[in-house]
């Protein structure tokens, strides 16, 4: 893990920033995957499965027809050809039906004729097997049909329902507190953040079990976190340097201040740390761009591993083209908007997050990050672009 | 609209198919966004707004300084130079702060010293609106924020929770009806396809408001159908050409089937049509991989659409590479599973959906949809690939 030290980057370094890594790895050390529950199935949808589903007999679970035909012996069929027409008993199947006993391939009704006697006429001879689904082809008894971790789709709800299973066991929801540490000079943003830091949560797997206002004190705060039994909390607001920023302090009276100041634009004023009963706990800007992107780097990450979900932003990046020049501070990790350009794979730089806030988010398609050690990127640069869900 | 007979193709126009593209003209005709609704901002993620957010105010509402500095009269600096400093009146601001009344620019305090006078000395004349954020500059008064159609995520509801908005104007959930046609012999499909299409529908913005088991007779389906109140109406099973199956008959019953036989597999004996109250009906298969790609392809499309979201399948589709050849039908839209491969951006044809059933969709990584005309692809071939949500 990078310390923030390292970069040699004064400005971070000067304000005692750690580090986007440093910050990821506390986050790391500080969730880990929550226990079971069982949940019926359908209830399962996007819940994240917590052991192996194994068949429970194998599939197919005998030999069967693969399709409509006469099931024969394959033995008594060799020698067969249009000189030597051979007579075999046979037996008329269906797709899916299980092979009759003694029989070991289907010859499909367009190349024989029976006759009234439960025979038929081979002028070919059939390989064993022919036309048949082995026992146990498409999954051993045992083997795995949906493993460990899968985030249950429509798919594997049906392969799960299959096995007549009402009820899986899931990995337990993490239960979210957010704490609302407003200012009186920003009180609007309270309405703001709060809405928004709760949807993203719940799109992170996260339950809200608590969504309150505090007084803007530190021992108010303090007390607040310190009686929070949830797996994480979420504090909003007051994170920054000024006298009535009191997150921090209250955190650190309530148990360990870990983090406070990440070299992430936006959400540098974001910070980290735990309870003393060890609820995990984040501290959200209350400028709410800055908010939205402290979440979404640091506790949305935290949600999701609670919740036995990938780490990983849950937006699947892909490589594309800027269409102009990007200049970021060296020694930060940036966040930067874009939208989709003219052209095929390509995206335009919006203006900075820092200069339209909130409708750069929701008017672009996607955004960048700008690694630490980077000034930027020129205009043609190929670029990772993480495009929002649904865009 | 290509018609089924156009292909030319015999396997398809012997068995009465339409094509897929016939089947989607079909529901695109017969399903429409469905009325507007108020929810709380807390209960709109994934919701689609039914209006245009527009701003209530410029954004910013004033001229602001963009960083901390002293506010001045950008004219009063002109002629400013080392040779001939300037000392000028001055307010000092922070960022964010409206403007003073008379001042055009901002000074960064590195660039100019103050004295006890309230005037700075400044060596370098300063532009107007140098380092001031423009009232409108974001967004000017009246201007869109969030447009209609918008699928709500964490970034809009912050957006639309700025305006101070409580509830905002919504698509109305379509509320689905799930009917249960099994026969005795398919009858452990029930619970496999029950809750795999419930959560599906869910997924696509549904709401279930019944998912019942119908006696597989035509007339109780029909009475079932014809009863229906809801947004749209799902049968699952019954839908074959063999003597207990009844969902086709039943629909005719109830009102029109439009539809019987799709060129889709898996998914050949699907259906489309209508009540008597014009309430729209998907048929799907019984066999679990066929409806669950009836389902993907014709019900969830409708569900979507009535919702007001985008008609397309919901998994974002990527250019890759087969590591081996797929051979497919002529005349039929076939649904192929695939596998991620070993190399980047290459993936692994699968056993075909008929020969390992729910386990190559519970399996696999994502699918391929090979068109009607196409025998395949050989090794080797770029084909768009569309990727499971989350893999």
């Not at 005692?16 to 986050?27: F, H, K, P």
């Not at 007999?57 to 030597?84: K, T």
């Not at 909130?358 to 690694?371: E, K, S």
Request: glycine share 12%; aromatic share 4%; with cysteine.
């Amino acid at each position: 893990v990078k310390r923030s030290g390292d970069t040699g980057d004064r400005d971070q370094s000067d304000r005692g920033y750690v580090s986007l890594e440093t910050a990821i790895a506390w986050i790391d050390a500080a969730t880990r995957c929550l226990p079971t529950e069982q949940v019926s199935l359908c209830n399962a949808r996007g819940r994240v499965l917590s052991e192996d589903h194994r068949a429970g007999s194998a599939l197919p679970p005998c030999d069967r027809a693969a399709l409509d035909g006469f099931a024969v012996r394959a033995q008594e069929s060799v020698g067969a050809s249009a000189y030597n027409p051979l007579s075999l008993p046979a037996v008329t199947v269906a797709a899916g039906d299980a092979l009759p006993a003694g029989a070991d391939a289907v010859v499909p009704f367009e190349h024989a004729q029976s006759d009234e006697t439960g025979r038929i006429l081979l002028v070919e001879a059939v390989a064993p097997g022919a036309n048949v689904d082995r026992q146990g082809a498409v999954a051993a008894e045992g083997s795995i049909l949906v493993p460990s971790g899968t985030r249950l789709a429509a798919r594997h709800i049906g392969t799960l329902a299959t096995a007549a299973t009402l009820k899986v066991p899931v990995v337990r929801q993490p239960r979210v507190r957010i704490l609302l540490a407003g200012s009186l000079r920003s009180q609007r943003h309270f309405d703001s953040n709060g809405p928004m830091i709760r949807v993203a949560a719940e799109r992170d797997g996260g339950m809200i079990v608590g969504l309150v206002a505090v007084e803007r004190n530190q021992s108010a705060l303090a007390v607040a976190l310190a009686a929070t039994d949830a797996d994480i909390a979420l504090v909003i607001g007051g994170t920054g340097r000024g006298p009535d920023d009191c997150a921090a302090a209250a955190l650190a009276e309530a148990g360990e201040l870990a983090v406070h100041g990440v070299a992430l634009r936006p959400g540098e004023t974001s910070g980290l740390g735990q309870t003393g009963k060890r609820v995990p706990v984040v501290l959200l800007p209350g400028a709410p761009i800055a908010c939205l992107w402290s979440y979404e780097m640091l506790a949305g990450r935290a949600i999701r591993r609670l919740g036995g979900r990938a780490s990983a932003l849950p937006f699947r990046p892909r490589t594309m083209t800027i269409t102009r020049k990007i200049i970021s501070a060296i020694g930060m990790t940036e966040i930067w908007p874009v939208r989709y350009g003219g052209a095929v794979d390509t995206v335009e730089p919006m203006p900075s997050f820092a200069e339209i806030g909130l409708m750069a988010a929701a008017g672009g398609d996607g955004f960048i990050i700008i690694p630490e050690p980077s000034e930027g990127y020129p205009q043609g640069a190929v670029v990772t672009v993480y495009p929002y869900e649904g865009r």
